[in-house]
DNA sequence: TTAATGTAAACTGTTAACATTTCAGAATAT
DNA sequence: ATATTCTGAAATGTTAACAGTTTACATTAA
């Protein structure tokens, strides 16, 4: 990997974020931080902190010991991962007041305005789509929640991304379910909202599935050796 | 605050948490890590770990310039806390497999036992307490849920410390309703489950509130100055 | 007075060194 | 042979110093 002199932290921990999702560093195997810090040509530092993000996101254990172990990922954990976003984006759209829903519809529109305009130029924009989903979440004024999702959302960055050339092709696909759940939202038909919204994330689950599948690194358990 | 000579991070994360959530670091101010490091005698290593912690809990925020803001912690965000575990635990109650429920069944009673027999030394065990909560949710073999839980988990347990001389009294109650809720989910009524849960922690976030108000210093808006 | 510019202090990001704990294997005793 | 103790290596936890950026404020120009 190249590391520039800037935001180093950021640049090993994304690093180390796709290399786990991509099966390069494989569950059991040790993360120790001097070994990284040469490899990286980097200082311990940032990579302590890379450490403890990814502890946050699931993807390495701590034990009591201190020393880091990779917990590995596969199609499980992304399933894991969109049932849950499911339950917190599903449980937002009804606690979305009407009129915060008001002041937010011009922003949301903007977003879906602007995956029209990326998909046209042949792009996929995941910095958007993200802001669109994360708009609903925080338009429901709960801090906890809207902290809770983006606790996911770099997780689900890097797993778009690895993904997107498998996604990109149902691109217009994704932009008019975006619509149908802002029209069903400001029509208050909640529930209709809901089941637009599942059924919109069971389907980027389904390729996210097969897009990793495709890039993923082929498994082999190793029993925790250094 | 005595700090002592090991798991310095930790120390330096619990108390600054407190001091947070009791209103001693007001809303607005700013957390600067040389001179914590130098009030709290310890180097800035620890309490940069600390602070990164901090935010992941939402209790501050990191600008873009890299300075750390405190986000200040009222009764609203208690409401979001426990709205948010209720979200969570629900969801979980439905997910748990007979079998699963089964092979855990013991240690959700011996968990019950425990808290009974803490209960008759006049103690409140919050520990136990929330190992029974975390058991309902990994009992879904969720990765994801869990996680989330879990990354709720140390505010909940400051916060029950913080608030145990209101909340110690009912405790009697408390135990029974863990009794009925596993009881529901043995005969598979899950709604009934659900409906006991929430209930549950309702009455707990009105105790929360209620001790946090009592210990709580004096609200005051701060203009961000350092 | 207001705006622009320069500058020292303050603060964060990063690195490197020191301290302590943990681990693995050799040496020893039973 | 097996268990136990010792010892050095390896890894983490912590500290301290360095580098670069941002902030605040004084100075200057319009």
Redesign the interface.
């Known amino acids: 990997m190249r590391i520039t002199k800037k935001n180093i932290f950021n640049q090993v921990l994304e690093y180390l974020r796709k290399e786990i999702i991509l099966g390069n560093y494989l569950k059991g195997e040790y993360l120790v931080e001097v070994n990284l810090a040469k490899e990286l040509n980097v200082s311990r ?1 940032p990579v ?2 890379a450490i ?2 990814l502890e ?3 993807l390495v254990e701590k034990h009591s010991n201190g020393r880091t172990v990779v917990k590995g990922f596969d199609v ?2 992304i399933q ?2 969109y ?2 976003r499911i ?2 984006e599903n ?1 937002a759209l009804t606690q979305i007041s009407s009129d915060e829903l008001k002041e937010n519809e011009n922003l949301l529109f903007l977003y879906i305005d602007q995956m029209k305009e990326a998909h046209e130029k042949g792009k996929r924009d995941i910095e958007i789509d993200l802001a669109f989903h994360g708009l609903l979440v925080k338009m429901t004024k ?4 809207t ?2 999702w983006l ?2 959302r770099e997780l689900f960055r890097t797993l778009i991304d690895i993904t997107s050339e498998v996604t990109v092709s149902n691109q217009k696909e994704i932009i008019a379910q975006h619509v149908r759940i802002v029209d069903s939202l400001s029509d208050g038909e909640v529930k209709e909202a809901q089941h637009l919204l599942k059924a919109h994330l069971e389907e980027a689950c389904k390729y996210c599935c097969e897009g990793i599948m495709i890039n993923k690194r082929g498994e082999k358990h190793v029993t925790g050796k250094n």
Do not use: I, M, P, V
Request: glycine share 4%; aromatic share 0%; hydrophobic share 30%.
């Open positions: 530092g302590r902190e403890a993000k946050a996101e699931n499980k954990d894991d991962l049932d849950s339950l917190l449980h709960n801090n906890t929640l902290q809770l606790s996911l």
